[in-house]
Nanobody, 124 residues
Framework: QVQLVESGGGLVQAGGSLRLSCAAS????????MAWFRQAPGKEREFVAA????????LYVDSVKDRFTISRDNAKNAMYLQTNSLKPEDTAVYFC?????????????????WGQGTQVTVSS
């Protein structure tokens, strides 16, 4: 079993930054790929970024490229999302996810482990 817990969300002004964290516990060695998704009120869950076990391969949705950075520290069983130049449209609950055998990194169905989410609110 794997447990994922997000933290680091909050209320920030447009243009500000937040560093989101995802702490993993349990059988963390089984997580080949981890990712961040987000869901705004009344909207579908959206892929944000993904990273493989080595941290050498990353993928971002176009809307956050050059603003967000995903990273992973396997020694600390942690994953991070550095969010810069935040915009009101970034407002959402951000979820971390993990997968053992995922093939499509941007598909939420590829991930079997999920955290509870952390709220990010960006004011204008």
């Amino acid at each position: 079993q794997v447990q994922l817990v997000e933290s680091g969300g909050g209320l920030v002004q447009a243009g500000g930054s937040l560093r989101l964290s995802c702490a993993a516990s349990g059988r963390t060695f089984s997580l080949y790929r981890m990712a961040w998704f987000r869901q705004a009120p009344g909207k579908e869950r959206e892929f944000v970024a993904a990273i493989d076990w080595s941290g050498g391969n990353t993928l971002y949705v176009d809307s956050v490229k050059d603003r967000f950075t995903i990273s992973r520290d396997n020694a600390k069983n942690a994953m991070y999302l550095q969010t810069n130049s935040l915009k009101p449209e970034d407002t959402a609950v951000y979820f971390c996810a993990g997968a053992r055998y995922s093939r499509f990194p941007s598909y939420d169905s590829s991930y079997e482990y999920w955290g509870q989410g952390t709220q990010v609110t960006v004011s204008s």
